[in-house]
């Protein structure tokens, strides 16, 4: 079968499907007009793999948007010279998948927090949003364009401690990489879970795939009595040899890995929860939140939680990059209970090693859902409810890593208040518990209404944070019915920095 759509200009692109059996769908394969320029950047054959790094410990250098009303997401900005730019990630790109991860039909939410999660390196596999949405037409809201390793066939993060027979394995002989793996039978690094055949890839969070002979004897033997390898064995080196994936760090599945984040689960007490979180220089040079000062028979400390643990997330969420006025935020946004992932500082100073978030390596962790707000009941007098409105309730903010709250307002002219037109997923509003609709009715304490007051609110916007609003939400068949009469205006969320 045979789809055809437009492109830019006079251009056309037809995309033909040939059934794989493997993957059990039929896979597009794009050829271009003949009046079309080969060098064009919607040539694209299949899905493309984008590994990305974040450089200066701060981002990727991509944007990601959603559009209202819209379950798709797409690339809306690449910054020049970052790690996205080089490494072939376009604007229009939809992402498919977060390292292994199929986000196809994940909310957008979602794959923001995916991403976050990976730390400093993530493996993305997107494919442009034109070809997705020919390929959707053609087979259906439910296809799959997403290639994918299978469960079991991965990557090895491998921690080798050295024996009386050394680390247990010999390498391939060759001037220069890639290096194969000759394992001792039985000896440490069979142990440690190295299969056989494996290709070596990383020593200690370093690519050694262009290291000479030397080189990779030289870090070896820098490495003392333990090493941490990352390997691939011949069945996971075939499969992304077929799938055109690289052999990334960020698909790993962790074996012997001599530490791992912990989950604690901790039930406020009468005291409160009995620790102190400060935000310090780590190991690796960036700042983070630490627990310090936690409190002898104190929920923490029952929970397991020690002094100088490094908190790497908030109920599953990842808090890298954030203030700690935020993180504070979401903590007590949780209420009661709180759900914390955390590090030792050997674990931390494992996992900056070798280049990756410990959030990729929980086992089997349940964690409590994250709650959307930190809110408070209050009774809404008759006088000041606007209609269509239920409970109203106040919400705290906190900027974000680039200093937006992530919301937008709007005036209707039928109601003289000042409502929530967007709110950008996994933003500081969003993790607030805003949604769009939502009345404002007062910001840090002070009465706002109408489109008079948006000077007003400017000013009260830049105050010292937090950002406190009393917000009425509106009641489903209300909110329904705005949605209708706005949703010619074509709005689009704002963008999220990743």
Same mark, same amino acid.
């Given at each position: 079968?045979?789809?055809?759509?437009?492109?830019?200009?006079?251009?056309?692109?037809?995309?033909?499907?040939?059934?794989?059996?493997?993957?059990?769908?039929?896979?597009?394969?794009?050829?271009?007009?003949?009046?079309?320029?080969?060098?064009?950047?919607?040539?694209?054959?299949?899905?493309?793999?984008?590994?990305?790094?974040?450089?200066?410990?701060?981002?990727?250098?991509?944007?990601?948007?959603?559009?209202?009303?819209?379950?798709?997401?797409?690339?809306?900005?690449?910054?020049? /010279?970052?790690? %996205?730019? &080089?490494? *072939?990630?376009?604007? +229009?790109? !939809?992402? =498919?998948? @977060? $390292?292994?991860?199929? #986000?196809?039909?994940?909310?957008?939410?979602?794959?923001?927090?995916?991403?976050?999660?990976?730390?400093?390196?993530?493996?993305?596999?997107?494919?442009?949003?034109?070809?997705?949405?020919?390929?959707?037409?053609?087979?259906?809201?439910?296809?799959?364009?997403?290639?994918?390793?299978?469960?079991?066939?991965?990557?090895?993060?491998?921690?080798?401690?050295?024996?009386?027979?050394?680390?247990?394995?010999?390498?391939?002989?060759?001037?220069?990489?890639?290096?194969?793996?000759?394992?001792?039978? /039985?000896?440490? %690094?069979? &142990?440690? *879970?190295?299969?056989? +055949?494996? !290709?070596? =890839?990383? @020593? $200690?969070?370093?690519? #050694?795939?262009?290291?000479?002979?030397?080189?990779?004897?030289?870090?070896?033997?820098?490495?003392?009595?333990?090493?941490?390898?990352?390997?691939?064995?011949?069945?996971?080196?075939?499969?992304?040899?077929?799938?055109?994936?690289?052999?990334?760090?960020?698909?790993?599945?962790?074996?012997?890995?001599?530490?791992?984040?912990?989950?604690?689960?901790?039930?406020?007490?009468?005291?409160?929860?009995?620790?102190?979180?400060?935000?310090?220089?780590?190991?690796?040079?960036?700042?983070?939140?630490?627990?310090?000062?936690?409190?002898?028979?104190?929920?923490?400390?029952?929970?397991?939680?020690?002094?100088?643990?490094?908190?790497?997330?908030?109920?599953?969420?990842?808090?890298?990059?954030?203030?700690?006025?935020?993180?504070?935020?979401?903590?007590?946004?949780?209420?009661?209970?709180?759900?914390?992932?955390?590090?030792?500082?050997?674990?931390?100073?494992?996992?900056?090693?070798?280049?990756?978030?410990?959030?990729?390596?929980?086992?089997?962790?349940?964690?409590?859902?994250?709650?959307?707000?930190?809110?408070?009941?209050?009774?809404?007098?008759?006088?000041?409810?606007?209609?269509?409105?239920?409970?109203?309730?106040?919400?705290?903010?906190?900027?974000?890593?680039?200093?937006?709250?992530?919301?937008?307002?709007?005036?209707?002219?039928?109601?003289?208040?000042?409502?929530?037109?967007q709110v950008t997923p996994g933003g500081s509003a969003a993790r607030a518990g805003l949604q769009m609709g939502d009345a404002?009715?007062?910001?840090?304490?002070?009465?706002?209404?109408?489109?008079?007051?948006?000077?007003?609110?400017?000013?009260?916007?830049?105050?010292?944070?937090?950002?406190?609003?009393k917000l009425a939400a509106r009641n489903p068949q209300g909110l329904e019915a705005w949605i209708s009469s706005e949703s010619?205006?074509?709005w689009t969320l704002a963008s999220e920095l990743l």
């Amino acid at each position: 079968m045979e789809a055809t759509a437009d492109t830019r200009d006079t251009a056309s692109l037809t995309l033909k499907f040939k059934f794989n059996p493997r993957l059990g769908i039929d896979n597009p394969v794009l050829s271009l007009a003949e009046d079309q320029d080969q060098s064009d950047p919607w040539n694209l054959q299949r899905p493309r793999f984008c590994l990305l790094s974040k450089e200066e410990k701060t981002s990727f250098g991509f944007h990601l948007q959603q559009q209202l009303g819209k379950a798709d997401y797409v690339v809306c900005r690449v910054d020049p /010279g970052t790690s %996205a730019q &080089r490494h *072939g990630l376009r604007v +229009g790109d !939809r992402i =498919l998948a @977060v $390292n292994n991860n199929n #986000v196809e039909h994940e909310d957008y939410a979602m794959v923001v927090r995916y991403i976050r999660a990976s730390g400093p390196r993530v493996l993305l596999t997107v494919l442009a949003q034109q070809v997705h949405d020919v390929v959707r037409a053609q087979q259906g809201s439910d296809v799959l364009c997403c290639p994918s390793l299978g469960s079991e066939v991965r990557p090895r993060l491998c921690h080798v401690v050295k024996d009386e027979g050394g680390f247990g394995f010999s390498i391939t002989h060759g001037n220069r990489g890639p290096f194969w793996l000759v394992l001792s039978a /039985g000896g440490a %690094a069979e &142990r440690a *879970g190295v299969p056989p +055949g494996a !290709r070596l =890839l990383e @020593v $200690n969070g370093v690519c #050694v795939e262009k290291f000479t002979s030397s080189q990779l004897s030289r870090k070896l033997l820098q490495s003392g009595d333990q090493v941490t390898l990352l390997v691939a064995g011949p069945e996971v080196e075939e499969q992304c040899h077929q799938l055109g994936m690289p052999l990334a760090a960020p698909l790993a599945e962790g074996w012997a890995l001599p530490a791992k984040p912990r989950c604690l689960n901790i039930e406020k007490g009468p005291q409160g929860f009995g620790f102190l979180l400060r935000e310090e220089k780590g190991l690796d040079g960036r700042l983070g939140q630490f627990l310090w000062e936690v409190d002898p028979g104190l929920p923490a400390d029952k929970a397991g939680m020690k002094a100088g643990d490094r908190l790497v997330a908030v109920a599953g969420e990842s808090v890298d990059g954030l203030g700690h006025e935020e993180t504070v935020s979401r903590i007590r946004a949780q209420g009661s209970f709180v759900s914390l992932i955390v590090v030792d500082p050997e674990a931390d100073r494992f996992f900056s090693m070798v280049r990756l978030s410990p959030l990729l390596f929980l086992e089997n962790t349940e964690m409590a859902a994250s709650p959307l707000a930190e809110t408070k009941d209050l009774p809404v007098e008759d006088a000041i409810e606007p209609s269509g409105t239920v409970d109203s309730r106040q919400c705290f903010l906190y900027p974000g890593p680039g200093g937006g709250y992530g919301f937008r307002l709007c005036c209707v002219a039928s109601e003289p208040r000042l409502f929530i037109s967007q709110v950008t997923p996994g933003g500081s509003a969003a993790r607030a518990g805003l949604q769009m609709g939502d009345a404002v009715l007062e910001v840090n304490g002070y009465p706002v209404g109408g489109d008079t007051d948006l000077n007003r609110l400017q000013q009260l916007a830049e105050a010292e944070p937090p950002l406190c609003l009393k917000l009425a939400a509106r009641n489903p068949q209300g909110l329904e019915a705005w949605i209708s009469s706005e949703s010619g205006k074509g709005w689009t969320l704002a963008s999220e920095l990743l």
